[in-house]
C-alpha cells in the first residue's frame, strides 16, 4: 500500500482536526438535539474494539517481523500493544452498563483501566520513538508476552477488587476529579514531546512513516485534552475523545503497518537472512569476554549439516563449541588480534575438514570482535599455499596457549 500522506496534508488534518474539536464545543446545543445518550455504550464499544484490532495488529505484525530483525524497538512494540490492547479491552468490557463481567460494570474500573492505558502507551511509545535500535542475539518475544500478562493481570486484579478503595477519578454529572486531570496533562505532556520528536526525526529522515506517527500523536493529544473536560462518561466530549482516539490509531496503523520503507527493509532482511541460512558452510562474529571470545552471531546451511542450532550456539564461548583438543580457534582468535590482521588457517571438527579464515574488528568502536567464514574441504583436494609467516603463526599461537 502506497503511503499518500505529505507535509501540505499533515497540515490540513491538524488544522481540521482543531477546528472540528472547536466545531463540536460550539455547535454543541445543536449536535445535542440529535444526540442520543442511549446509543452511547454501542457506539463505545465499536470505537474501541476498532482500536483494540489496531493493537492487536501492530502486536502480531510484530511478532511476524521480530522474527526477520530481532530488533529491539520491534520487541518494545509488541509488549507496548499488547499492554494497551488488553487494558483497552478492559476498559470497554467494564465501561458503564456493559453487561457483569467479572464485578458489575461501573465508571470507576472503566476510568481507571483507561488512564492505566493512556499512561502504558505514552511512555512506552516515547521510549519506542527514543531508544538506539539495535539487533538482538536472543528472542525474547515469549518473555515479552508473560511480563504483559503479568502486568495487565496485576493492574486489573487491583482495579476490579479494590474499586471501591482506589482514589475517585469522575464523578458522574460533575466531571473530572484533580487526580484525573493530573494524570490526562502528564500523559499529553509525553504525548507532546513525542510529537516534537517525531517531527524532529522527520525533518532528517523525510520519511513518510514518521509524518504519519506525528499526525497520530496530533489527534491523541487531543484526546487527552478533551478527557479532561468532559461531565459525563455519556457525553458528547467523552464521545469526540473516543472519536479523535480512534483517528490517532489509525495513523499509528498507517505508520508501524502499512510503511513502505519498512516493508522494504523487511524484505531485503528477509533476502539476507535466507542468504546467510543458505550460504556453503556458516559465518559468525564472535565478541571478546574475558579470555575467551564468545559467539554472537553463527548462520550457515553447514550447521545443518553438522546437526548444530545457530539459536543454540549463540552467546557460547568459542572454547564449547570448538573444543582445545579439535584445534585453536580461540586462540587463532587472540593471535589475530594482536597481529591485527586476518588468519587463514585448517582445522579438524565433527569428522571434516574445515577452512576457516577470521579477521579482527572493532564493533561499536570499543569491543574486539572477530568475523570468522568457515568452509568445508572435507574430501576435496587442494595445494595449500604456504604464508610467508606460517612458522611465526605457529609459534604465536603456541604462546598463546601456554
Known amino acids: 500500500m502506497k503511503s499518500s500522506l505529505t507535509e501540505g496534508k499533515f497540515l490540513i488534518y491538524s488544522t481540521l482536526a482543531v477546528l472540528l474539536l472547536v466545531a463540536i464545543h460550539i455547535f454543541q446545543p445543536q449536535i445535542y438535539a440529535i444526540y442520543n445518550p442511549k446509543n452511547y455504550v454501542g457506539f463505545h464499544t ?20 521480530f522474527g526477520v530483525t530481532r530488533s529491539s524497538r520491534m520487541l518494545l512494540m509488541i509488549f507496548t500493544f499488547f499492554l494497551v490492547g488488553t487494558l483497552d479491552l478492559l476498559h470497554t468490557l467494564s465501561f458503564k452498563n456493559m453487561p457483569y463481567f467479572i464485578t458489575e460494570s461501573s465508571i470507576a474500573k472503566a476510568t481507571w483501566f483507561w488512564v492505566s492505558a493512556r499512561s502504558f502507551q505514552a511512555l512506552f511509545i516515547f521510549l519506542i520513538l527514543l531508544i538506539p535500535d539495535r539487533k538482538l542475539t536472543r528472542d525474547y518475544r515469549v518473555a515479552a508476552i508473560i511480563l504483559g500478562y503479568i502486568i495487565t493481570g496485576s493492574i486489573a486484579f487491583m482495579v476490579i477488587h479494590y474499586e471501591n478503595n482506589l482514589p475517585l477519578l469522575v464523578v ?26 517525531t517531527l524532529y526525526q522527520y525533518h532528517l529522515e523525510k520519511s513518510e512513516e514518521k509524518l504519519a506517527m506525528a499526525l497520530a500523536f496530533v489527534f491523541l493529544l487531543l484526546t487527552e485534552l478533551v478527557f479532561t473536560i468532559y461531565q459525563s ?35 531485503n532482511e528477509q533476502r539476507t537472512n535466507k542468504l546467510l541460512t ?38 557460547r564461548p568459542l572454547t564449547e563449541v570448538f573444543p582445545p583438543n579439535r584445534g585453536t580457534l580461540n586462540d587463532y582468535c587472540h593471535l589475530s588480534f594482536r597481529l591485527q590482521e586476518s588468519i587463514r588457517f585448517e582445522m579438524d571438527f565433527m569428522e571434516k575438514t574445515l577452512l576457516i579464515s577470521i579477521k579482527p574488528t572493532l564493533e561499536d568502536g570499543q569491543k574486539e570482535t572477530i568475523i570468522g567464514t568457515v568452509i568445508d574441504m572435507t574430501g576435496v583436494p587442494h595445494f595449500p599455499v604456504p604464508r610467508k609467516n606460517e612458522k611465526a603463526d605457529k609459534k604465536n599461537v603456541q604462546k598463546v596457549v601456554m
Open 233 to 267: 462518561v455519556f457525553d458528547l466530549d467523552n464521545f469526540s475523545g473516543h472519536i479523535f482516539k480512534a483517528l490517532g490509531f489509525y495513523f499509528i496503523l498507517k505508520s508501524f503497518y502499512f510503511a513502505p520503507t519498512k516493508d522494504k527493509s523487511s524484505q
Open 172 to 197: 458522574e454529572g460533575k466531571g473530572t476529579t484533580y487526580l484525573k486531570n493530573g494524570i490526562e496533562y502528564v500523559v499529553s505532556i509525553i504525548q507532546f514531546g513525542s510529537l516534537i520528536l
Open 46 to 65: 465499536l470505537l474501541e474494539s476498532f482500536s483494540i484490532s489496531i493493537s492487536a495488529a501492530i502486536m502480531l505484525y510484530g511478532l511476524k517481523q
Open 278 to 315: 543458505e550460504l556453503p558452510g556458516f559465518i559468525f562474529t564472535a565478541v571478546k569476554k574475558g579470555n575467551d571470545f564468545t559467539l554472537t552471531v553463527i548462520e550457515g546451511d553447514l550447521l545443518r549439516q553438522l546437526g548444530l542450532n545457530h539459536e543454540e550456539l549463540s552467546s
